[in-house]
């Protein structure tokens, strides 16, 4: 425990009363008095480096280079991704990496390179390794995209784990993308970044750091390419980067450094080279497919902070209802007065769960439970007794149950690190499912850290690490991933014909695997607006496509304007979420007046619309990795000024989006990519690349349609209808659909559709088959 997290838990004292909030104090400073017992004092300390070359040991996909004072292990993998691991790490285990270890290249092959190195040559890159430890990557071409220079560790003489420290360049042009959620961004700017999953300790803000899901991967765009870097370790650890500057007339360029300090843990890295899309296909390939949320998940979600009762639950459906406002589901929420977990688990206010979730259900609405990771401390507890049997919550070093304050009161916290566990954990959710919840949202699993009740698993605390053991720096930013794994396989066991709907809050590179993230709390004001189109387009570059904000604020008092502003944005977003943050200060569009309700109509409705085209979006997620979300530069990388865009991005290959950031903005520039583009409300045509200047109402946000796209939409009889934009005159244009089946685990096909002019008309053709036209009603734009 440091400085801030003190600072934290004193906050309880006015977050939860003082009686709690005492409680939590004491619990911190016990937290503290745990870990200097149960981490051992480092001392003094030998620094290593590699050393020279002394030989090489050839093995499929590359082979071993050894050195004087450590090892180097280089393998170019099947799917053309390029791995090393000092000291002879592999590339498993591994919690970022989805099965086994992947395939070598047996085309690639370890041979001897300038200066006493050696190199590996594959189709997309070649991976250089200097006589003193630097690792190269290049071009096929030979342009270099990233140089790691000879790594550096610190020994505990008395033993114990090393630290280490990697220091890399990068061309001077090159941007910076990912790290997981980050406020300040998308494009990551000049500064240190943690990498500790952590509750910022009130609503996120863009100076927030580090935030509630935090990655060691990294997407870097280049005029020579893009290439993705994860360095595989789940310590605590921080990345500084600073941006290159190119030299004006004869001056040097100064290239782009990265340095990443990591305090423990294996130094393994993978780098993956090519287009955008091609980077994120293969490493959905290495990190697992993005689980496909079922259908009512691309809705409209609501939360109410402190719903009190059964009767507020349909008070909230009736009202969406009784004002035509598309509603999909219900969230909900923590209860932090209520004794137990959840205000669902207070059998007076919910006596009939079962019914409640029917009725509901009846209005197509779904109903989505908060789950915590805490276990209330209470004996003849049926959870808290079943997990004691098979000794499931994380003990400190002395054997200890780990017990600390939270919302349910005084609490243990499993260990989601071991596979029992987890199966254990998983199923629980059958109490859940029998009373007709749908889904489920995972909140504070940051290892239970929070502003009010501060970190409640000292760095001391023992887990099992899938049978390695280890303590809580190693577990501490996988302990979320591993509660949305448990929830994700519990829910596929239980209910094995239905998709599982798993949120989380926190997580670790590969979560996609099992769900979604949501962002948490994010700041008021207009700078928590900015932030949270930040949060998603960093996570898609992760590899995380379905995540969204919360709409609303969570603190605060937001002007009509910018409720419907960040609504207008949500809209967009792949997890569409408002929420209300308490009785005193309700959220919805009906509490802003008639002329926000009128305008919140319109979004919602637009949403609504486009369900099958965010439908077809979930499926392309999981069978390329491309996100729903994406940068401007998406298509054109080597555009420098799309690659230092921020206030704009692409909803998949058909609509450019421009929300508005600033308040009193009724106009704004909007970057545009190469092509034509159209203005979906207007139908004016606007040539890219460029910039334009266009209207951005308080009823809408500029959205922008590509030429020659084909848009699949819901109609007004709620069947699925094409709506199709005119190419240029002399090109061609296309489209896909997949159309969902359900909320199974049914694969459809995609429907391919082909755009072209012919004697001055526009023609639309399904490809495939006899060419003939589409089995949906079309409707030409554009034109």
């Known amino acids: 425990m440091n400085g801030r997290d003190l600072v934290r838990s004193v906050k309880a004292v006015s977050v939860v009363g ?23 004092q480092r001392g003094p300390e030998r620094a290593r480096v590699p050393g020279d070359v002394v030989g090489v040991d050839p093995e499929p996909g590359g082979g071993v280079v050894r050195f004087e004072r450590s090892r180097v292990r280089v393998v170019v993998t099947a799917s053309g991704a390029v791995f090393w691991g000092w000291d002879g790490a592999g590339p498993t285990p591994s919690y970022g990496l989805a099965g086994g270890c992947p395939e070598a290249d047996p085309r690639a092959v370890l041979e001897p390179d300038k200066d006493g190195g050696w190199r590996v040559v594959s189709e997309r890159a070649t991976v250089a390794v200097s006589r003193h430890g630097a690792v190269q990557v290049c071009t096929p071409g030979g342009v270099m995209l990233r140089r790691d220079l000879p790594p550096r560790w610190w020994e505990p003489e008395g ?9 890399s360049e990068v061309s001077a042009d ?26 910022p300790g009130g609503p996120d803000s863009p100076g927030d750091d580090p935030l509630s899901i935090t990655m060691p991967v990294q997407m870097v765009v280049a005029d020579a390419g893009t290439h993705l870097v994860f360095y ?59 689980a496909v949320p079922p259908s009512w998940a691309l809705g409209h979600h609501y939360a109410r ?25 219900v969230h909900v929420d923590i209860d932090p007065h209520a004794a137990r977990r959840t205000s669902a688990d207070d059998p007076e206010r919910f006596s009939s769960l079962s019914r409640l979730t029917e009725d509901v259900h009846g209005d197509g609405v779904r109903l989505v439970s908060v789950v915590d990771p805490a276990v209330r401390a209470e004996r003849g507890g049926a959870a808290f007794d079943a997990g004691r049997s098979i000794d499931a919550f994380v003990r400190d070093g002395a054997g200890h149950l780990i017990r600390g304050v939270v919302r349910p009161g005084e609490s243990v916290y499993p260990d989601f690190t071991a596979k029992g566990v987890r199966k254990w954990w998983g199923g629980l959710y059958e109490e859940r499912l029998a009373q007709g919840f749908s889904g489920f949202r995972h ?57 599982p709907f798993v949120l989380s809050r926190s997580g670790w590179a590969g979560m996609q695997r099992y769900g979604g993230a949501w962002s948490g709390d994010l700041a008021a004001g207009w700078p928590g607006l900015r932030a949270s189109l930040s949060l998603v387009i960093g996570l898609g570059l992760c590899g995380v496509p379905y995540s969204g904000p919360y709409v609303g604020e969570f603190e605060g008092d937001p002007s009509p304007e910018l ?92 609509l450019l989006v421009a929300p508005v950031l600033e308040p009193g903005d009724e106009r704004r520039t909007v970057r545009l990519p190469g092509g034509r583009w159209y ?63 359900g909320n199974g685990w049914e694969e459809p096909a995609a429907e391919r559709f082909r755009v072209r002019w012919s004697q001055g008309r526009v023609v639309v053709e399904e490809e495939g088959g006899d060419g003939g036209a589409p089995p949906y009603p079309v409707r030409v734009r554009g034109l």
């Not at 910076?176 to 990498?195: H, N, V």
């Not at 719903?307 to 009736?318: F, K, L, M, T, Y």
């Not at 590509?706 to 199709?724: D, F, K, M, Q, Y």
């Open 18 to 40: 003082p009686a709690r909030g005492l409680r939590a104090v004491r619990a911190s400073w016990r937290q503290r008095r745990a870990e200097s017992v149960g981490l051992a």
């Open 159 to 167: 033993g114990g784990e090393a630290r280490w420290v990697q220091r």
């Open 174 to 199: 090159a941007r910076f993308f990912g790290l997981g959620a980050r406020a300040a961004g998308p494009r990551l700017r000049d500064g240190t970044y943690a990498l500790w999953n952590a509750d």
């Open 232 to 290: 595989d370790s789940t310590w605590d650890g921080t990345v500084s980067l600073r941006e290159g500057r190119e030299g004006a007339g004869s001056g040097h360029d100064r290239p782009g450094t990265g340095e990443l300090r990591v305090e423990g843990g294996p130094l393994r890295c993978w780098v993956v080279v090519g287009t955008p899309a091609r980077v994120l296909h293969t490493w959905a390939q290495l990190t697992g497919a993005a």
């Open 305 to 329: 902070r402190h719903v009190g009762s059964e009767e507020e639950v349909r008070q909230i459906v009736a009202a969406y209802k009784e004002r035509a406002l598309p509603l999909d589901a």
């Open 443 to 499: 909140g504070r699993n940051e290892a239970m850290s929070s502003a009010a009740f501060g970190p409640v698993l000292p760095r001391s605390a023992r887990h099992a690490l899938e049978g390695g053991g280890g303590d809580h720096r190693e577990a501490h930013n996988v302990y979320g991933l591993c509660m949305a794994r448990a929830g994700y396989e519990g829910l596929r066991e239980l209910q094995p014909r239905e998709r």
């Open 563 to 654: 409720y419907l502003r960040r609504l207008q944005l949500s809209a967009y977003l792949p997890l569409f979420f408002a929420h209300s943050a308490s009785p005193a200060g309700r959220r919805e569009p009906w509490a802003f007046g008639d002329e926000v309700l009128g305008h919140a109509r319109v979004v919602l409705d637009e949403r609504r619309r486009l369900l099958p085209y965010f439908m077809t979006l979930a499926h392309l997620a999981r069978r390329t990795g491309a996100p729903y979300v994406r940068p401007l530069w998406w298509g054109a990388p080597e555009e420098r000024g799309l690659r230092d865009c921020e206030d704009a991005f692409l909803l998949g290959d058909c």
């Open 679 to 741: 203005d979906t409300a207007t139908g004016a045509a606007f040539e890219g690349p460029g910039q334009v200047t266009v209207d951005a109402p308080l009823s809408r946000v500029p959205v922008l349609a590509r030429a020659g796209a084909v848009l699949p939409v819901r109609g007004g009889s709620g069947a699925i209808e094409l709506e199709v934009w005119a190419p240029e005159a002399g090109r061609t244009g296309g489209g896909l659909l997949v159309p969902d089946a």
